[in-house]
Nanobody
Framework: EVQLVESGGGLVQAGGSLRLSCAAS????????IGWFRRAPGKEREGVSY????????YYADSVKGRFTISRDNAKNTVYLQMNSLKVEDTAVYYC???????????????????WGQGTQVTVSS
C-alpha cells in the first residue's frame, strides 16, 4: 500500500509563498506520476499540477501557471509544490495523489490516481 503525507500548509498573506511537500512510502517512487489537487469551499475539486514519474512532463492549471512550480526528488520520495504570489483564491485544502502505469506521462483525471493523501490546508489572507 502506498502512503502519501502532505505538509507545508498554513496561513499566509496574499503575495506570500508556501512550499508544500508530498512524501510517499513506496519503494519504486519513480513509477508513480504525482498530482496536486485542491478543493475550496463551494467549488469542485481542481487539478492544480501534475508531474510524470521521471519529472519529464509537467502540467499546470491556468489559474496557477507562472506562480506555482512542481518538482520531485525521487531519491527522497518527495514531490514539492512551490507556491508564490499567493492569492486569496488559492485558499483550499491541497491533496497529493499518486498513479502508476503511465510511463513517461501523467494522468489528468482524479479517478486515474489510485492513492491520496489526507490533505493540507492553505489559507491566504487579504
Amino acid at each position: 500500500e502506498v502512503q502519501l503525507v502532505e505538509s507545508g500548509g498554513g496561513l499566509v498573506q496574499a503575495g506570500g509563498s508556501l512550499r508544500l511537500s508530498c512524501a510517499a512510502s513506496v519503494l519504486t517512487f519513480d513509477d508513480y506520476a504525482i498530482g496536486w489537487f485542491r478543493r475550496a469551499p463551494g467549488k469542485e475539486r481542481e487539478g492544480v499540477s501534475y508531474i510524470s514519474g521521471s519529472g519529464g512532463r509537467i502540467y499546470y492549471a491556468d489559474s496557477v501557471k507562472g506562480r506555482f512550480t512542481i518538482s520531485r526528488d525521487n531519491a527522497k520520495n518527495t514531490v514539492y509544490l512551490q507556491m508564490n504570489s499567493l492569492k486569496v483564491e488559492d485558499t483550499a485544502v491541497y491533496y497529493c495523489a499518486a498513479g502508476s502505469g503511465y510511463g513517461s506521462w501523467y494522468p489528468t483525471r482524479p479517478y486515474e490516481y489510485n492513492y491520496w493523501g489526507q490533505g493540507t490546508q492553505v489559507t491566504v489572507s487579504s
